[in-house]
């Protein structure tokens, strides 16, 4: 994650993170980025069943499948609590099609991590907000591409933006922290300045802006990415219209996922501008260190299989029905685990040489992997120029 608030509108200073030690453990949500330990994020993928066909969901979700039970659900819980990890994301398919969804939360949260959800949005009814914050849930991540027609193309169904919109306003009522996902494509790209509107109108206070990873069914939309040249409009807009809300005195959130060349962009942005924040930003993205698959972010799926992170679903690490999860996802006999946790070693391509290979780290290796074939070749979706990385 790369957060443009934070770092193009200063919104959090170097400093910030050093107050905490930059313990997983200890520091709040909005600074986990800038761990040193990088304890994982995990993303659970509660369920394959989903009430929607998103035509870029990454897990093809639609019908349910063999799920972890309840019991080894809890066991997971807790071995994830006793290992470190601060924050468990329960996805799926759609996580509130999963019953036993409360019970899951609960234990999340009495073990000390900071549950949250991500979600479609359109089953969140007044009563499943209540008991949400009742349990004490942090975040409710909703996925929208774009305003009514466009995303309820993506979605596959008509109504799904009226509904995610409830489920929104159902949640933000009862206290709980809302923010929006975005997958950003050639078809939706011009949806963005009306989601800022969106957010500005309805007080929405965080977004995430993902790039395109080409998994799942997104595989089919490889030739919708955007072009470099796109990319940098689109960075621009995004940071302009956050500069524009902040400014305007709007406490927001606003990150970009996916695509860690964003960092160097961002900074290389504030040096043409002449900002006295550019070198405390570079110190921040070094905090950061760039991708964290395989370290910082990890995924267990609905049958137990382990990822290195949730988009990346052809490289099984191991099952957590057959070992427990801190063994697999420190297996000094696992090789390609290891170069992962490494990867600034074994990236191939631009990457070898660029000169931001600390504050990247060679972007996303399942975006490369998927394009190339090869899990170390260069990221396709870097779109720094090469003068910009020499």
């Known amino acids: 994650m790369i957060g443009i608030s934070k770092l193009y509108c200063g919104t959090v200073e170097a400093s910030d993170p050093l107050r905490y030690g930059r313990a997983s453990r200890e520091l709040p949500s909005h600074l986990l980025q800038f761990s040193a330990d990088k304890?994982?994020?995990?993303v659970w993928n509660v369920t394959s069943a989903c009430n929607l066909r998103c035509v870029h969901c990454y897990a093809s979700a639609g019908k349910a499948a063999r799920e972890l039970s309840t019991r080894q659900g809890l066991e997971?819980?807790?071995?994830?609590?006793?290992?470190?990890?601060p924050v468990i994301l329960f996805s799926g398919g759609e996580p509130v099609l999963r019953e036993d969804l409360p019970t899951l939360i609960d234990a999340a949260v009495k073990a000390g991590m900071r549950a949250v959800i991500s979600t479609n949005g359109t089953l969140i009814s007044r009563d499943t907000a209540m008991r949400f914050a009742d349990l004490g849930l942090s975040y409710i991540g909703v996925s929208l591409d774009g305003m009514e027609e466009v995303n309820d193309s993506f979605r596959g169904v008509q109504g799904a933006f009226a509904q995610a919109l409830g489920g929104i306003y159902n949640a933000m009522r009862e206290d709980i922290k809302v923010g929006l996902r975005f997958t950003m494509n050639r078809r939706n790209v011009a949806e963005i300045p009306k989601?800022?509107?969106l957010m500005a109108s309805e007080g929405i206070p965080r977004i995430c802006f993902y790039h395109l990873v080409y998994t799942g069914r997104a595989s089919e939309l490889m030739e919708e990415d955007l072009?470099?040249?796109?990319t940098r409009q689109t960075l621009d807009l995004i940071m302009d219209r956050t500069k524009e809300m902040i400014q305007a005195g709007r406490d927001v959130e606003v990150l970009t996922v996916d695509n860690h060349a964003d960092g160097p962009y961002v900074y290389l942005r504030l040096k043409r501008e002449g900002s006295p924040r550019a070198g405390e930003v570079l110190e921040l993205l070094?905090?950061?260190a760039g991708n964290s698959s395989g370290l910082g972010i990890g995924c267990v799926n609905w049958d137990g299989e382990v990822y290195p992170d949730q988009f990346w679903r052809t490289r099984v690490l191991g099952n957590v029905t057959?070992?427990?999860?801190?063994?697999?996802?420190?297996?000094?006999?696992?090789e390609f685990l290891m170069m992962l946790k490494n990867k600034k070693d074994h990236v191939q391509g631009r990457c070898r040489a660029c000169r931001w290979l600390d504050v990247c780290a060679g972007n996303f290796r399942a975006r490369a992997?998927?394009?190339?074939?090869?899990?170390?070749?260069e990221d396709p979706a870097c779109y720094l120029l090469d003068e910009e990385i020499a």
């Open 227 to 230: 072009t470099h040249g796109q």
């Open 322 to 334: 057959q070992r427990p999860f801190p063994e697999i996802w420190d297996d000094p006999s696992n």
């Open 195 to 197: 989601i800022f509107d």
């Open 39 to 42: 304890k994982p994020v995990v």
């Open 76 to 85: 997971l819980i807790a071995q994830l609590a006793d290992y470190g990890a």
């Open 286 to 288: 070094k905090m950061n």
């Open 369 to 377: 992997e998927a394009a190339s074939g090869d899990p170390w070749a």
